[in-house]
């Protein structure tokens, strides 16, 4: 059974990043995905600040960056339970939290994305080059449905 349990988890995950990695989202990728890309932390610009809570919000829903920009999220959680800070499309994060519906403890190692547990600290840095909307989300389960997500307008240069 744990053998089926595993094909079938490494299976999901990837059909869930064969998508991702034709978009150039991954290391090395080919260019930028409609988020924008991994930052560097020599690039960094601004440092923004991001608590998570169990009252299921974030501390800052509405973040505003200019394209080019580069920043890095501290992210930390003030919470009694585990969230995550997960960018992405809002298609993008629907998708994926139905998949963490189905299983909740799963782990990420996606520079998009950080899970903490109580009283964790962690950063996301991430560069904007695209103007427009990303959106960013707590996808463990009844989170987001809760209203932990929030939204970061990215203002053309």
């Known amino acids: 059974?744990?053998?089926?349990?595993?094909?079938?988890?490494?299976?999901?995950?990837?059909?869930?990043?064969?998508?991702?990695?034709?978009?150039?989202?991954?290391?090395?990728g080919h260019g930028d995905s409609a988020i924008g890309q991994p930052g560097k932390v020599a690039n960094v610009t601004r440092t923004i600040q991001v608590d998570m809570s169990d009252n299921m919000r974030f501390s800052a829903p509405l973040i505003s960056v200019k394209q080019g920009?580069?920043?890095?999220?501290v992210v930390k959680n003030l919470g009694k339970v585990k969230h995550e800070?997960?960018?992405?499309?809002?298609?993008?994060?629907?998708?994926?939290?139905e998949v963490m519906k189905k299983f909740p403890d799963m782990e990420h190692d996606e520079p998009?994305?950080?899970?903490?547990?109580?009283?964790?600290?962690?950063?996301?840095?991430?560069?904007?080059?695209?103007?427009?909307?990303?959106?960013?989300?707590?996808?463990?389960p009844g989170h987001y449905?809760?209203?932990?997500?929030?939204?970061?307008?990215?203002a053309k240069k």
Not at 114 to 133: C, D, N, Q, R
């Open 1 to 28: 059974m744990k053998t089926t349990h595993r094909l079938l988890i490494t299976t999901l995950l990837a059909c869930l990043m064969a998508p991702a990695m034709a978009a150039g989202s991954h290391a090395g």
């Open 69 to 73: 920009e580069t920043i890095r999220f």
């Open 85 to 97: 800070f997960s960018l992405g499309t809002e298609q993008e994060l629907l998708e994926h939290y």
């Open 112 to 140: 998009s994305k950080v899970s903490l547990a109580p009283g964790g600290k962690g950063e996301v840095i991430w560069h904007f080059s695209k103007a427009g909307t990303v959106n960013f989300a707590c996808l463990h």
């Open 145 to 154: 449905d809760a209203g932990m997500k929030g939204q970061i307008k990215v």
